[in-house]
């Protein structure tokens, strides 16, 4: 067992209480940090960054959905003492360009690669239980989920993959460091033409609970992708 604290963000969320749980089960001392735990954490509040960094040797990151925050946190890791970072991010994000898709996990990611420290960066695909949750299960509900996606089928991959692996790359220092990892899954929905065929599929895979009635469709709508330019139907896919 290590004494080095490894500090959780976005630890109440989607990944974070996932890969907290992990960690512990590893015996691995750990901080987590969220707007409602006993450790505050928010984006929007440098001024108590300090607290949440004293004493951390490694942070699991979930940049928040504006670019620039990640760039003022990562310089204060550096000067607490911090040694290594690992960030989640969107997949294939190296193949976005220009696009203003996904400015936030780009800039996340340039910080973490502009720094001293040790840095792995894990993309993962939407989560096949947004389904079930926020962002789909709402839209979804009511009869129609519109998805800013290009014509391809798109992978999901379940949110228990996506912090074993965290977990696993946070608990071996010095293994994972200067790599980008894809994490998808060999389950892909077809959301062409308004078909909801393909996700009864997507719930028997990952294990989700019972099918919510809906279409989904792609559509790009106003402030939308454009079509073919980004990965990802939906941009909260990895929302802390």
Avoid at 95 to 120: C, H, I, N, Q
Avoid at 154 to 178: K, Q, Y
């Amino acid at each position: 067992m290590s004494d080095d604290t490894t500090l959780v963000l976005g630890a109440t969320g989607n990944t974070g209480r996932r890969v907290a749980a992990r960690l512990r089960l590893r015996h691995a001392p750990v901080r987590t940090a969220s707007r409602s735990s006993p450790t505050p954490f928010d984006w929007f509040r440098p001024a108590d960054w300090g607290q949440v960094l004293r004493d951390v040797t490694t942070a699991y990151v979930v940049p928040p959905s504006v670019p620039g925050p990640v760039h003022d946190f990562v310089a204060r890791a550096e000067a607490a003492g911090v040694r290594r970072l690992v960030l989640l991010s969107g997949r294939g994000a190296d193949d976005w360009g220009d696009s203003a898709f996904g400015l936030d996990m780009r800039s996340a990611e340039d910080a973490v690669r502009g720094s001293t420290l040790e840095w792995t960066i894990l993309r993962a695909s939407n989560f096949a239980q947004n389904f079930d949750g926020h962002p789909f299960r709402a839209p979804l509900a009511a009869g129609e989920l519109a998805l800013p996606a290009g014509a391809v089928p798109e992978p999901f991959i379940d949110l228990e993959d996506v912090a074993d692996v965290a977990a696993t790359v946070l608990s071996e220092p010095g293994r994972h460091a200067g790599r980008a990892y894809e994490l998808t899954d060999a389950t892909r929905a077809d959301l062409g033409g308004g078909s909801r065929a393909d996700l009864p599929g997507i719930r028997a895979a990952h294990r989700l609970p019972a099918r919510i009635p809906g279409r989904v469709h792609r559509d790009a709508g106003p402030g939308g992708l454009e079509r073919g330019r980004g990965p990802a139907p939906y941009r909260d896919v990895r929302a802390a």
